[in-house]
């Protein structure tokens, strides 16, 4: 599955850590869409709530993107929001 957590860090207060891992840590909550498990902890649930989790590939970039109703504002380089 995916686990995703939100973790304190960057310029405007915290980032997004993704990772693959074969089951949830101890404390995470599953979810499942369209086959893909997704671990993420109690802490996090309540940062990205209503998010969705996209694939991009541009001359900028490639890889997962989450778009987060709840972010505020992000930091200038995109990796970090509030």
């Known amino acids: 599955g995916l686990k995703i957590d939100v973790i304190p860090g960057g310029c405007a207060g915290y ?23 997704i671990f993420l902890n109690l802490m996090s649930v309540g940062f ?6 996209e694939y991009v590939s541009s ?7 989450i778009n987060n109703p709840n972010a505020t504002h992000a930091c200038g380089c995109g990796k970090s929001f509030a």
Request: charge should be negative; aromatic fraction near 14%; hydrophobic fraction near 30%.
């Open 15 to 37: 980032k997004y850590f993704m990772d693959f891992q074969e089951k949830a840590d101890e404390g995470d909550k599953t979810y499942e869409f369209h086959g893909l498990k």
């Open 48 to 53: 990205i709530k209503g998010s969705s989790i």
């Open 59 to 65: 001359l900028e970039a490639s890889g997962l993107k």
